[in-house]
C-alpha cells in the first residue's frame, strides 16, 4: 500500500485538520456565550429558556423601563465625561514624560501605570474608603454657610462625579502609554524644522506635535470610554443608592432572573463597545512612511 | 572690501566630558558657498545648530549681518536649515509644507501664495504641489525642505549633510543643482559634509575640521594642492605620506633624509626642523621601467605590488626598500600598458616641486 504523500508545506499549519479543528473549538468557546446572549434577545419568551420565536418587543421593553435606560444614560454619560478628563489628563502626562527630563523619571512612569496592573477589587476597596471619609468631610458644610455645594453634587450630572473620578482616575494611564508609544517615534527634527521656519513653542505643539500625536490620542479616548462604559468593579464600589450604572444594574436584575430585556439592552451595550473598539484599532493601525 | 555675512568668534560648546567645538573664529562672506568639511564627531554640525539656533548655551560670538545671535531664538534668526532627515511634516501637503514658515511668521495669504509657486518652481515641484511627503522619493522630499527653507528668504541657508541620504547618481545631480541654485538665488550658504568630493566640488571656500577645531581653511584647490597639516593632507583626497628628518635648510630648499629615498630637496618657503612628512598626491608621481632621465627628480625604485584597476586609471601600489609605499596614479594609456603587472621592477618618480613638507 502506496503511502499518501502530505501536500502540505513546512509553514502551512492551516492545512493540518487538528489545528483547524482547534482554531474552531477556540471560537466557540470564545463567542458562543455572546451570540446566544444576542439571538436570545430577539426570543419571544419571558423565561428566556427555550426558543419560542422572534420578536423584538423586548428591545422596545428595555426602551420603556426608566430605571434600566437611566442606568443607561448614567453609563453613556459617565463614559464621556470619564474619556475627555482622563484624555486630557492622560496626553498631558504623556507629553510631560516625552518631553521632559527630571530626576526619578523611570520610577514616576512605573507608578503611573500603575492603575493598570492593580487589581481592580484593590482600586475599588481603596476609592471607596477614600470616598467614605471625604464623604464625612463634606458632611460637616450641611450646617455652614456653604451648604449649597453639597446640594450642587446631587444635580445630574454632577451626582455621577464620584464615580466618573474614580474612572478618570483607572483610565488616564491607558491613554498615557498609548500616547506616549506614539509620541516615541516622532522626528525631533519636526520640532526643530518648525521652530527654525519662525514658528513659536505653541505654534510648533500645535502644527506639528499635536497632529502627529493625534491617532494616539483619539485611540486612547476610545480605550478609556470602552474602559469606563463597562467598568463593574470599581463602580460597585463607588455608586451611590441614587446613582446606578448599566453594569451595576444588570447585576441588580440578573439577581432576579436573566429576562431577554436585559439581553437585549446587553446587545446595545456589545454594540457600542465593538464599535469603538474598531475605530480605536484603526486609529492606531501604523501610518505609511513618514518623514 | 565686503562685509562678512557671518562672523563666528571664539565660539566653544562643550557637552559633558567633550569639546564638540573648540574655540572656532571665521568668517563667512556675502554669496558664499561654504563647506564645513570633517569626520563624524568633529564638531560640524553642531558649530552649524549654533548658527541656527538650536544649540544652545555655548560661548563666544556668532554675529549674522552686524547682528549678535547671542540670545536670539532659532525662530528669529535670519538663518533656514535643510535637515538631515528632511524633516518634512508628514501630515502636510508639499504646497503647505513651503508655506508653514511664512504662515507661523504671519505672512497673508494674499503675499503667501505667489512666494510659495516661487519656491516650489525654483525646485521644479510646481506639479507635485498637492501630494504628500510618502508619495514623494528622497530627492523629491529634499526639494520640499529646500524650497521650505528658501521661501522665507533667509540670508544664509544651513544645509546639514543634505546628500547623505541620496544615491551616488542623484547625489551628483544634486550637487549640480545646489551649486546652481546657489548661483540664482545670491545667497550664502553653509554646507555641512563628511564628503570631500561634494566639499571640493560645490564650495567657495572650505573649514576643515577635526576633534572640534578648524585646521584650514581654503578653496578647494587650495586645500588640496597645499595642505597645512598631515591631517588635512590625509583627509583631503589621497595622499603619499613619507617619514622625513631635516638635515639643513638652504635657499635652493630644504634637504632632508627620507625613509626609502635617501637625500632629497624640496623647495619650501616655510619653516622645517627635526622630523617632517613629505607629502605627495599619487597623480604627481610617474612610472617608468627605467630611471628618469631627469636627474632632478625624485625616484624611487620599488615593485609593484597591487594594482587596483578603474578603467580610466589605475591605482599602482609601489613598495620600495627600507618599507616604504607609494601610491601611484596612473592614466590607462598606452605607455601604462604592459607596464602594470604585479611583481614587476619599476621606478616612481616625481618633481621636487611637487613635493609638500609637512611639519609633525
Known amino acids: 500500500m502506496a503511502k499518501r504523500k502530505s501536500t502540505r508545506g513546512p509553514l502551512e499549519y492551516g492545512k493540518s485538520p487538528w489545528l483547524i479543528l482547534f482554531g474552531i473549538v477556540t471560537f466557540i468557546v470564545l463567542y458562543a456565550p455572546i451570540a446566544q446572549l444576542i439571538a436570545f434577545s430577539f426570543n419571544d419568551s419571558k423565561r428566556n429558556i427555550v426558543w419560542r420565536g422572534f420578536t423584538t418587543k423586548y428591545y422596545a421593553k428595555a426602551w420603556n423601563d426608566a430605571s434600566l435606560v437611566e442606568a443607561f444614560v448614567n453609563s453613556i454619560t459617565i463614559a464621556v465625561m470619564c474619556t475627555v478628563i482622563a484624555t486630557i489628563i492622560g496626553t498631558a502626562t504623556a507629553l510631560w514624560l516625552w518631553r521632559f527630563r527630571f530626576p526619578a523619571k523611570a520610577a514616576v512612569e512605573g507608578v503611573m501605570a500603575l492603575p493598570i496592573v492593580i487589581p481592580e477589587i484593590c482600586m475599588g476597596v481603596a476609592v471607596l474608603v477614600l470616598y467614605s471619609r471625604v464623604g464625612h468631610w463634606m458632611r460637616g458644610f450641611e450646617s455652614g454657610p456653604i451648604h449649597w455645594w453639597n446640594e450642587l453634587f446631587s444635580i445630574w450630572p454632577l451626582n455621577l462625579g464620584a464615580i466618573t473620578a474614580a474612572h478618570v482616575a483607572f483610565s488616564f494611564p491607558f491613554v498615557a502609554v498609548v500616547v506616549r508609544s506614539r509620541l516615541a517615534g516622532f522626528n525631533r527634527e519636526y520640532e526643530e524644522a518648525s521652530k527654525d521656519l519662525g514658528a513659536s513653542e505653541w505654534q510648533t505643539f500645535w502644527n506639528v506635535v499635536l497632529p502627529f500625536m493625534m491617532p494616539g490620542v483619539i485611540a486612547g479616548a476610545l480605550l478609556s470610554f470602552t474602559l469606563s462604559l463597562d467598568d463593574f468593579v470599581i463602580t460597585f464600589f463607588t455608586a451611590g443608592p441614587e446613582t446606578n450604572t448599566f453594569p451595576v444594574k444588570v447585576y441588580s436584575l440578573v439577581r432576579r432572573g436573566v429576562s431577554p430585556d436585559i439581553n437585549a439592552a446587553s446587545t446595545v451595550l456589545i454594540i457600542i463597545t465593538l464599535v469603538a473598539t474598531i475605530i480605536a484599532m484603526r486609529m492606531q493601525a501604523p501610518q505609511k512612511s513618514e518623514g | ?360
Request: aromatic letters at 4%.
Open chain 2, 1 to 360: 572690501m565686503t562685509k562678512p555675512i557671518i562672523s563666528i568668534r571664539n565660539v566653544t560648546k562643550r557637552y559633558p566630558g567633550v569639546v564638540a567645538v573648540d574655540n572656532v573664529s571665521f568668517d563667512i562672506m556675502p554669496n558664499e558657498f561654504f563647506a564645513l568639511l570633517g569626520p563624524s564627531g568633529c564638531g560640524k554640525t553642531t558649530l552649524l545648530r549654533m548658527i541656527a539656533g538650536l544649540e544652545t548655551s555655548g560661548t563666544g560670538d556668532i554675529i549674522v549681518d552686524d547682528q549678535n545671535m547671542e540670545g536670539v531664538p532659532a525662530n528669529q534668526r535670519p538663518v533656514n536649515m535643510v535637515f538631515q532627515s528632511y524633516a518634512v511634516f508628514p501630515h502636510m501637503t508639499v504646497r503647505d509644507n513651503v508655506a508653514y514658515g511664512l504662515k507661523v511668521t504671519g505672512v497673508a495669504a494674499a503675499e503667501r501664495a505667489p512666494r510659495v509657486e516661487e519656491a516650489l518652481e525654483m525646485v521644479q515641484l510646481g506639479s507635485m504641489a498637492d501630494r504628500k511627503p510618502d508619495q514623494l522619493s528622497g530627492g523629491q522630499r529634499q526639494r520640499v525642505a529646500l524650497a521650505r527653507a528658501l521661501v522665507k528668504r533667509p540670508k544664509v541657508l544651513l544645509l546639514d549633510e543634505p546628500l547623505s541620504a541620496l544615491d551616488a547618481k542623484l547625489r551628483e545631480h544634486m550637487q549640480l543643482e545646489l551649486a546652481r541654485l546657489q548661483q540664482v538665488i545670491g545667497i550664502t550658504f553653509i554646507i555641512v559634509t563628511h564628503d570631500q568630493d561634494e566639499a571640493l566640488s560645490m564650495a567657495d571656500r572650505i573649514a576643515v575640521m577635526e576633534k572640534g577645531g578648524v585646521r584650514q581653511i581654503a578653496g578647494p584647490e587650495e586645500l588640496y594642492e597645499k595642505p597645512h597639516s598631515r591631517f588635512v593632507a590625509d583627509f583631503i583626497g589621497k595622499i603619499n605620506l613619507i617619514d622625513a628628518t631635516v638635515s639643513g635648510v638652504s635657499k635652493s630648499g630644504v634637504t632632508c633624509k627620507a625613509k626609502g629615498l635617501g637625500e632629497v630637496i624640496v623647495p619650501h618657503d616655510g619653516e622645517a626642523s627635526g622630523n617632517v612628512s613629505l607629502a605627495v598626491r599619487p597623480e604627481k608621481l610617474v612610472l617608468s621601467a627605467e630611471p628618469p632621465a631627469s636627474g632632478s627628480d625624485i625616484s624611487a625604485r620599488g615593485v609593484i605590488r597591487d594594482v587596483a584597476y578603474y578603467g580610466d586609471v589605475s591605482n599602482v601600489f609601489v613598495t620600495c626598500s627600507d618599507g616604504l609605499e607609494l601610491a601611484v596614479n596612473v592614466q590607462n594609456d598606452r605607455a601604462a600598458a604592459g607596464l602594470l603587472e604585479n611583481g614587476r621592477e619599476v621606478y616612481a618618480s616625481w618633481h621636487p616641486s611637487d613635493t609638500l613638507i609637512l611639519q609633525e
